[in-house]
């Protein structure tokens, strides 16, 4: 059966900025979950996916020796401190997947051993972390918000060694790109000019490619990327999502979300929440992430000012001219989808009242998910109730519920206009918990496999599975979240 993972383009690349790196054999390699969904949108054969050969190069137990695997290096900045050398210290990457309309998808091998890059971690992942990033990029998905994918959930047969003997398991996600701002960094902390050149130029031919003729193609490449990432964190922000770890190395170049370690949703609604444990000055809060991604975007900036212009000082002008506009590009991008999301006329003045919503629901605590779930329910002509009830003082409620149908639309289709901005589920960190636990320590995987298909579509939800749309009560919070290293 021939291997479907036939390029490695990353060869391309000045040598410095990846290694050979082969994985470490697992003792018995056994596919635990495959995409099954994904695989049919990309209009690939999921048959060698399932196939003894496919599943041992997966796991990395055999190497394909005409496309060998590599492992990328990158720095960053990690809560702001300067790491000149991180790179994949647990991952591997085997090449390149060809969809059926001719894109080119990376396949990296994730917790498949060390790594010359692994700084005496053991390159290995747990069973629990893998499950975790398959289900929330799939949430991510499902909501149509950019990002890695996952293809497929292997397990090794081996132990990890965490705060207990753990089951090993391997993810094997996919990406447009795994070049990171770290990426740029790296280059130009150890490379000449020259070598931050190659990088962006192959950027730009893979995924920029109508940049390539422009005179101006660095700045633009700048402006591409800051761009991307303005409309990614408005949406993360609009469906309660936090990153957790937004560290430069954790930032796509191409503008997908990777890299789910500490992330989560929020439930009730809270502008500076944090769950990362190891955020304690809440750096990565969800109301500071359009002013994180700004400072990892000037970073980047400072990467390519060799590139901008011969001229310093006219350098620096560019990138400021850039970086100027990712601010009022995520304010459109973030109130675009607030308006949509609270279904408000085009020519209302929509600013003072979506304040006006946040601060109301921060007051009252009041579920993010559940209030536009039910607003877009009495949008439909649902009882005033289901809004009025969550809030802490009902007077308050009637009073916001007066001022939203002066400023709503009732134009017919207002309701699924609402309805495709609102998700009535998402993925709760307790459900997703709940559902990790019964796959690692019950071997059951009914509860993970549910969550999938209900999250795959997460604007329509079933009567059955109702129960996965209800946040935690008190004993079933989630308060913090780990990195699954």
Excluded at 168 to 177: C, D, E, F, K, P
Excluded at 279 to 294: C, E, F, K, T, V
């Amino acid at each position: 059966m021939t291997n479907l993972i036939t390029q490695q383009r990353y060869r391309a690349l000045p040598a410095a900025l990846y290694r050979d790196s082969d994985p470490t054999a697992p003792s018995s390699p056994s596919l635990i979950e495959l995409n099954q969904h994904y695989l049919e949108e990309l209009g690939v054969d999921s048959s060698w996916f399932q196939s003894e050969q496919g599943v041992h190069i997966l796991a990395g137990k055999a190497v394909n020796d005409t496309n060998r695997p590599l492992s990328l290096a990158y720095s960053g900045h990690q809560f702001g401190q300067w790491v000149p050398v991180l790179g994949d210290g647990r991952a591997h990457m085997l090449g390149q997947l060809t969809a059926a309309n001719g894109s080119l998808l990376d396949v990296q091998l994730k917790g498949s051993g060390r790594t010359p890059f692994s700084r005496g971690g053991d390159g290995r992942a747990t069973l629990g972390a893998v499950l975790r990033e398959y289900l929330v990029s799939e949430a991510m998905a499902g909501l149509g918000i950019p990002s890695t994918r996952a293809i497929a959930v292997l397990g090794t047969g081996d132990k990890v060694y965490r705060e207990r003997a753990l089951p090993g398991g391997i993810l094997v996600r996919t990406a447009a790109s795994h070049i990171r701002v770290g990426t740029f960094q790296y280059a130009a902390s150890t490379l000449e000019p020259d070598g931050v050149r190659e990088l962006a130029d192959f950027v730009i031919a893979n995924h920029f490619p109508l940049l390539a003729g422009s005179a101006q193609k660095y700045a633009e490449l700048l402006d591409a990327v800051a761009a991307r990432q303005a409309s990614l964190i408005a949406d993360w922000m609009l469906v309660g999502f936090i990153h957790g770890v937004m560290n430069t190395d954790n930032m796509s170049i191409v503008g997908e979300t990777i890299d789910y370690g500490p992330c989560a949703f929020m439930d009730e609604f809270q502008p500076d929440k944090v769950f990362s444990s190891i955020d304690h000055a809440g750096r990565y809060a969800w109301n500071q992430q359009p002013a994180i991604a700004l400072w990892n975007l000037t970073r980047l900036a400072e990467t390519l000012l060799p590139l901008l212009d011969e001229s310093a000082e006219q350098a620096a002008e560019s990138a400021g001219e850039v970086l100027g506009r990712f601010g009022p590009r995520f304010r459109t991008c973030f109130h675009q989808g607030l308006h949509r999301k609270l279904g408000l006329k085009p020519e209302g003045k929509a600013a003072p009242f979506v304040d006006s919503t946040l601060a109301a629901l921060a007051d009252s605590a009041i579920d993010f998910t559940v209030f536009f779930d039910r607003l877009t329910r009495v949008a439909g002509g649902d009882d005033d109730a289901l809004i009025i009830d969550l809030f802490s003082d009902e007077e308050r409620g009637a009073a916001w519920l007066k001022v939203w149908r002066e400023e709503r639309s009732i134009d017919a289709t207002t309701a699924a206009d609402m309805r495709s901005a609102n998700p009535a589920v998402i993925a709760r960190n307790h459900r997703v918990e709940q559902a990790i636990r019964a796959a690692v320590d019950d071997h059951d995987l009914v509860p993970f496999r549910r969550l999938c298909r209900v999250l795959a579509t997460p604007f329509e939800l079933d009567h059955a599975d109702e129960e996965l749309q209800t946040p935690p009560s008190s004993d079933e919070r989630v308060t913090q979240t780990f990195c699954g290293t």
